[in-house]
């Protein structure tokens, strides 16, 4: 079972950054890079939603929303997965959560396709 722990989430203001991370631990094999790695957000009353994707040689995906703003990085030496969050807006607020899926090269960014997920961590932007 993998377990999936995200921290750096907080309040913000609108035009700022924060930096999100997700350690990894318990993976099916000892490589951590063999996971397709990807983070989505819900925010309250609506549905949860991909947010950006990244494959071990570090091809990413982003949402449209977030295009231009937001970069999804990750460290195989350290099972770490990063979310580096600029000019944040006040529609970023949303709960953040880490996601993952082993052997694959390439992930849609939609929930049924992720094995693994952590806690999440929330994020709160104001205006």
């Known amino acids: 079972q993998v377990q999936l722990v995200e921290s750096g989430g907080g309040s913000g203001q609108a035009g700022g950054s924060l930096r999100l991370s997700c350690v990894a631990s318990?993976?099916?094999?000892?490589?951590?890079?063999?996971?397709?790695m990807a983070w989505f957000r819900q925010a309250p009353g609506k549905e949860r939603e991909g947010v950006a994707g990244i494959s071990r040689d570090s091809s990413t995906t982003y949402a449209d929303s977030v295009k231009g703003r937001f970069t999804i990085s990750r460290d195989n030496a350290k099972n770490t997965l990063y979310l580096q969050m600029n000019s944040l807006k006040p529609e970023d607020t949303a709960m953040y959560y880490c996601?993952?899926?082993?052997?694959?090269?390439?992930?849609?960014?939609?929930?049924?396709?992720?094995?693994?997920w952590g806690q999440g961590t929330q994020v709160t932007v104001s205006s």
């Open positions: 996601a993952a899926v082993w052997g694959v090269s390439y992930s849609p960014l939609v929930e049924p396709a992720f094995t693994d």
């Open positions: 318990g993976l099916r094999t000892s490589s951590y890079s063999s996971y397709y």
